[in-house]
């Protein structure tokens, strides 16, 4: 059972394009939900993360839009750069574990 | 470094061997995290600490698997038996308290033969 689905599997956008990553779930239960990029042979950074008490989060070049009503959330990317060109994973914390979604390789051209 | 830090980097063993992986969280961090990661997917939870006590483990962590954090620090993950289907990523996390972001290494890349 998926209980955080991601999509799409796959992105490709020019170099200042805006890519847009979107997950949904069906848990309530969910408290938070963070994003990590992931670089080949690395472990998953951490980027940003919202609380769905909160509609948006910005930091720098990326936004997280949260939707609770709708159980959906996104990240934008502003401005892409080549060097974003990596694997984005949403998740959401339930209890002390994060669930993650399958995962969007991104690729930015120049 | 202070991130998490895990050891070996790679390991290479044939089916039937005990593997044995090593995590060093982040200093004072009281909860740390095993994932597992297989290719073209998302890491999928094992098990977590609060210091020394294991509070969770997954339907996915058989009986060949155990996990250890004897003294609250680093912890240790052990595969018994190997076999094929546990290739993987084995990644480990680390985060102050429940309410705080985790934190991952750069995980152990496990290859059966």
């Known amino acids: 059972q998926q209980q955080v689905k991601q999509s799409p599997q796959s992105l490709i956008v020019q170099k200042g394009g805006i890519p847009i990553i979107n997950c949904a779930y069906e848990?309530?239960?969910?408290?938070?939900f963070p994003w990590y990029q992931q670089f080949p042979g690395k472990g998953p950074a951490l980027l940003i993360a919202?609380?769905?008490?909160?509609s948006e989060k910005k930091e720098g070049r990326f936004t997280i839009s949260f939707n609770k009503s709708a159980k959906q959330f996104s990240l934008h990317i502003m401005d892409s750069q080549p060097g974003d060109s990596a694997t984005y994973f949403c998740a959401a914390r339930e209890g002390g574990k994060l669930i993650f979604g399958q995962g969007t390789e991104l690729s930015v051209k120049p | 470094d202070t991130g998490v830090s895990q050891d070996p980097r790679h390991k290479i063993t044939k089916r039937g061997q005990n593997v044995t992986f090593r995590c060093d969280p982040i200093s004072e961090h009281n909860r740390l995290y095993w994932y597992r990661q297989t290719l073209g997917q998302g890491p999928e939870f094992l098990t977590y600490f609060q210091n020394e006590a294991q509070l969770e483990k997954s339907r996915l962590l058989s009986d060949r698997f155990s996990a250890e954090r004897p003294k609250g620090s680093f912890s240790t993950l052990e595969i018994q038996r190997t076999e094929q289907g546990d290739s993987a990523m084995y990644l480990c996390?680390?985060?102050?308290?429940?309410?705080?972001?985790?934190?991952f290494g750069d995980g152990t890349r496990l290859s059966i033969l």
């Open positions: 848990n309530t239960a969910f408290d938070y």
């Open positions: 919202i609380r769905p008490d909160v």
């Open positions: 996390a680390s985060s102050p308290g429940q309410l705080h972001p985790q934190h």
